[in-house]
């Protein structure tokens, strides 16, 4: 695998997983701040990449 | 004041419970019995480790001279026993030159150092603080 957005997406995932598991105990708690956290993560990637994109390398 | 026997105990088991939560991801919670964050641990840690392992991440050496591949190698070990498992197998040399190089580093280190936090939790769980 070598889709570098795929790559952000694994990391990301992993990431929201376990900083939701351990900052919240009910489940739906959990979704709602991992899911947020993995789509923060997402757009804030997507935002950056776009901001960086004059600059030459 | 001298600590009571039974303080010693505690501390004892509170030491030991650090020590396993380390070694094994997740085993902290599974053994304060709190079994569904503990397996996620346990299968999301060393999944992410094993995804750096492959994706040609290094594990880093503790080069103190160096002070970011000391830091590293630190984040690195916060994964327990995964950790020597892959280094006596020879895995984690890391391949400079991989596409992947970095991503399997961010993948090694984040989860070292998130199995530290998963530490640091099971321990909050075991003195009654959450």
Not at chain 1, 9 to 30: G, M, N, P
Not at chain 2, 36 to 58: C, D, E, N, S, Y
Request: with cysteine; aromatic share 12%.
């Amino acid at each position: 695998m070598q889709s570098h957005l795929a790559l952000l997406a694994t990391f990301a995932f992993f990431v929201s997983l376990v900083l939701a598991v351990i900052a919240k105990d009910d489940t739906r708690d959990q979704l709602r701040f991992g899911g947020l956290m993995f789509g923060g993560f997402l757009a804030s990637a997507l935002v950056l990449g776009w901001l960086m994109y004059p600059f030459p390398l | 004041m001298r600590a009571t026997a039974a303080e010693e105990t505690q501390s004892g088991t509170l030491v030991l419970l650090c020590l396993a939560a380390w070694a094994i991801p997740g085993a902290g919670h599974l053994w304060l019995g709190r079994r569904t964050k503990g397996l996620i641990f346990l299968v999301a840690l060393p999944a992410m480790f094993a995804i750096g392992l492959a994706l040609h991440g290094r594990l880093f050496p503790f080069d103190l001279s160096e002070p970011l591949v000391g830091l590293a190698a630190l984040a690195d070990v916060g994964m327990g026993i995964p950790y020597f498992i892959a280094s006596s197998l020879g895995y984690g040399a890391g391949e400079v030159r991989a596409v992947t190089y970095e991503y399997g580093n961010a993948f090694l280190i984040v989860a070292g150092l998130l199995n530290m936090l998963v530490v640091i939790d099971a321990f909050d769980v075991a003195m009654g603080r959450k």
